[in-house]
């Protein structure tokens, strides 16, 4: 879980790839605040572990990153929230932001 917060970008893809292959939802604390990493890689990491785990609370974070710069970051963000929602329809975001707001009780 430290390693998340390595100055190195390649330490903090791997821990966060490790924590979301493996975590039970008690990482998702360190996990969610690297959706806004410098690195392209590890915000498109960050957000499929956040998705692997199925946090439902950090779907406002993913929503938001398919606002990202990265094309990669975005279509992670995508794919994240087609397979979190199993809706198959994909959104832009303030689609998904809608998406949301009508299923975030469910």
């Not at 410098?38 to 946090?55: H, N, T």
Request: glycine content about 6%; cysteine-free.
């Amino acid at each position: 879980v430290e390693l998340t917060k390595d100055a190195d970008w390649r330490v903090r893809y791997a821990a966060v790839q490790s924590l979301g292959r493996w975590s039970d939802g008690r990482a998702k604390e360190q996990i969610a605040p690297l959706i806004s990493d410098s690195m392209p890689y590890v915000r498109m990491i960050s957000v499929w572990a956040l998705a692997q785990i199925g946090d439902k609370e950090s779907i406002p974070k993913i929503i938001e990153a398919t606002n990202d710069p990265s094309r990669d970051v975005r279509n992670s963000a995508q794919l994240a929230l087609l397979n979190m929602s199993q809706t198959g329809e994909p959104r832009d975001t303030s689609g998904w932001k809608s998406w949301w707001e009508k299923n975030k009780g469910k």
